[in-house]
C-alpha cells in the first residue's frame, strides 16, 4: 500500500504519484478509456463527484480556494480519500464509491452509462427515510418506496448524508421500489454531477450544500411586505388545497428551496372559515402574495423573528420552515406528523386544515407552552388541542426566547422566554448588519436576563411559568414593581400572579450590556 498526504500548499499545484489520480487544487482526476472522472473536496463533509463518457461538461474553477486536508492511499483497484470525517474509497475506473462517516457505512454507489443515461444504484439501509426532491402535495414527506421524477434533484436521507445532482440531464429517483435494499438515480445523458454532504443532521447539510453549491436566497423585512398576486385565481381554493399547501412547504424545505411563500388570493375568493384558517397560516409563512385588503394577525408582530431567520438562510442555508423531520431527525415518530411544521426553531404550529373545533397535535421532545392559553403540555406525546375561531394552535418550548414586536406602534419589543433551560436568541439588525444577543438562563434562586442590544431599543422581558420573585436588579439598580402590567415603564417590573409570569422592562443603550438579576 503506498500512502501520499496531500495538504496545505497545494492550491493550483498538480500533483501525481503512481497508482494515484493527478490533483489540480482540491480536484483528483481519473483518466479513463473513455471518458474522465474527478472528485473535488469541497470541505472535509462534502465532495463533487463528476463522470462523462461523451464530451465533458464547460469548464469550472475550483469551489473553494483553500486547501481541504485530504489522505490519498493507493488500494491498487482503489484509491481510498480520507478527511476528519469521511472516507471515500473510488475504484480506479470511478464505476463504484463507497462512503464512509467515522460512525460507520454510509452508502455504496455504482455508476454506469446505460441506454442514453447514467445510472448510479446505491445501498439502501433497513428503516432509512428520504426526503426532498422538489415540491408535491402529498402527506408522506417520507419518500421511501417511491419513484420520482426530480423537480429539485436535492435530496436528504436519514442515513445522515445528502445529495445534489448538477447534472444537465432530468434526473429520476427509485427509491427502494423496486429492490428495498437499493435505490437507483437515472440521469439523462451521458454525463453526471453531483455533491455527496455528509451532515449528520439535516441543518448541517444544508449548510454543506450552501458552501458548495452557493444557494442562498436573501430575504429581509421588506421581502415580509405583501405581495400582489402573480395572476388570477383559476378557481377558487378548497380544504383539500389548503391541506396540499402544508405538504408542499415541506417538501419544498426538505429540498433545500429556501423561503417559502403562499399565494392567499384563492382563498380570500373563497371566504368564510376557508379563507380564515388561510390567513392564520398565512401569517407565519414568510413570503406572502395576496390581493389588497389582508393583514394576517401576528404577520407585523414576527418580523423580528423572522428576519432573524432569514439572515440565517442566508448564512447558513437552513430554509425558514423547519419540518418535523429536519429539527428533530432522532424522532422517528415526529418524521410522521406532516400536519404541523416549525417555523424557526422556536415556533411549532399546527395549522387548521378543515371544519374542526380540534386538532391533534404531536409535541417532540421537551416542555411546550401554547401560546394562545400558556397552557404547559409534556413532549413526545399527541394531543387534542380544542382550536379558536380567530387564532390557529402555535407553541414554543422550555429554553426558548421568542421575540415579538410590539402590539402598538412604539411599544417595546417583547422577549418571551420559557424557562428551565437557558435559551439565546440572535437578533438581525438589518441597517447594522449586526447581530443583537439575548440571553436567559436560570441559576438556583436567581435567574439571569441579558440583553447585547447593538440600537437603542425598549424591550419587554417575558418569562413564563415562574413563580413570585423577591426583587429585580438591573446592574446595581434594584428596579421598581408596580401593580399592573399597563404601568409598565423602563426599570419597572411586574409579575402576574393568574399566569405565573414576570414582565421586566428595560432601556437598553446602543452597544450596551443590560444584565436583568431576578432574586426568588
Avoid at 482526476?29 to 463527484?49: D, H, I
Avoid at 474509497?89 to 441506454?115: F, H, Y
Avoid at 439501509?125 to 402535495?137: H, V
Avoid at 453549491?213 to 430575504?219: G, L, M, P, Q, S
Amino acid at each position: 500500500m503506498r500512502r501520499l498526504v496531500l495538504g496545505i500548499g497545494l492550491v493550483g499545484g498538480l500533483v501525481w504519484a503512481q497508482g494515484v489520480p493527478a490533483r489540480l487544487a482540491n480536484t483528483f482526476e481519473f483518466r479513463l478509456a473513455k471518458g474522465r472522472a474527478e472528485v473535488e473536496w469541497v470541505s472535509a463533509s462534502t465532495f463533487r463527484f463528476a463522470r462523462n463518457w461523451g464530451a465533458p461538461g464547460p469548464a469550472a474553477g475550483p469551489i473553494k480556494n483553500t486547501t481541504v486536508a485530504v489522505t490519498v492511499e493507493d488500494l491498487g483497484a482503489r484509491v481510498r480519500f480520507s478527511t476528519r470525517y469521511l472516507t471515500v474509497d473510488v475504484s480506479k475506473d470511478a464505476g463504484r464509491l463507497e462512503i464512509k462517516s467515522n460512525d460507520g457505512p454510509l452508502a455504496t454507489t455504482t455508476v454506469r452509462d446505460e441506454a442514453a443515461s447514467v445510472v448510479l444504484e446505491s445501498t439502501v439501509a433497513a428503516g432509512e427515510r428520504f426526503y426532498g426532491l422538489g415540491s408535491r402535495r402529498t402527506p408522506n414527506l417520507d419518500l421511501r418506496g417511491s419513484r420520482v421524477e426530480a423537480t429539485k434533484p436535492f435530496l436528504i436521507s436519514s442515513a445522515g448524508y445528502g445529495e445534489y445532482f448538477r447534472s444537465p440531464g432530468k434526473c429520476t429517483f427509485d427509491l427502494a421500489s423496486a429492490r428495498p435494499d437499493r435505490r437507483r438515480t437515472t440521469v439523462a445523458g451521458d454525463r453526471v454531477e453531483f455533491f455527496f454532504y455528509y451532515g449528520p443532521m439535516p441543518k448541517e447539510i444544508f449548510e454543506e450544500h450552501l458552501g458548495a453549491a452557493a444557494e442562498a436566497e436573501d430575504f429581509g423585512s421588506a421581502d415580509l411586505e405583501i405581495l400582489k398576486p402573480k395572476g388570477k385565481a383559476a378557481e377558487l381554493a378548497s380544504w383539500e388545497d389548503l391541506r396540499g399547501t402544508v405538504y408542499a412547504l415541506q417538501h419544498e424545505s426538505l429540498s433545500a428551496m429556501q423561503v417559502a411563500s403562499f399565494d392567499l388570493s384563492p382563498y380570500q375568493a373563497a371566504g368564510g372559515a376557508l379563507l380564515a384558517r388561510a390567513a392564520q397560516l398565512a401569517a407565519f409563512i414568510p413570503k406572502l402574495y395576496a390581493a389588497p385588503g389582508e393583514s394576517p394577525r401576528w404577520r407585523a408582530r414576527l418580523v423580528p423573528y423572522l428576519v432573524a431567520y432569514g439572515y440565517e438562510t442566508l448564512v447558513r442555508g437552513t430554509p425558514l420552515i423547519h419540518p418535523l423531520a429536519m429539527q428533530y431527525p432522532k424522532d422517528a415518530v415526529a418524521a410522521r406528523h406532516s400536519d404541523e411544521f416549525m417555523v424557526g426553531d422556536e415556533l411549532l404550529v399546527a395549522p387548521v386544515l378543515g371544519p374542526v373545533e380540534s386538532v391533534r397535535v404531536y409535541l417532540p421532545q421537551g416542555i411546550w407552552t401554547e401560546l394562545r392559553t400558556n397552557q404547559v403540555y409534556k413532549g413526545h406525546q399527541e394531543i387534542t388541542v380544542r382550536t379558536a375561531p380567530d387564532e390557529m394552535p402555535a407553541f414554543s418550548r422550555n429554553g426558548n426566547i421568542l421575540p415579538l414586536a410590539a402590539k402598538l406602534p412604539g411599544g417595546p419589543m417583547e422577549l418571551h422566554y420559557f424557562p428551565k433551560l437557558g435559551g439565546e436568541f440572535f437578533l438581525y439588525e438589518e441597517d447594522l448588519g449586526e447581530i443583537s444577543q439575548v440571553h436567559a438562563a436560570p441559576a438556583d434562586e436567581f435567574m439571569r436576563l441579558e440583553i447585547e442590544s447593538l440600537q437603542e431599543r425598549t424591550y419587554e422581558w417575558m418569562v413564563h411559568h415562574t413563580p413570585a420573585c423577591r426583587k429585580v436588579m438591573l446592574g446595581e439598580t434594584e428596579l421598581v414593581r408596580v401593580e399592573a402590567r399597563a404601568r409598565l415603564a423602563p426599570g419597572a417590573w411586574y409579575y402576574d400572579p393568574a399566569a405565573e409570569s414576570l414582565h421586566v422592562m428595560v432601556r437598553a443603550a446602543a452597544r450596551g450590556d443590560e444584565i436583568v438579576i431576578v432574586s426568588y
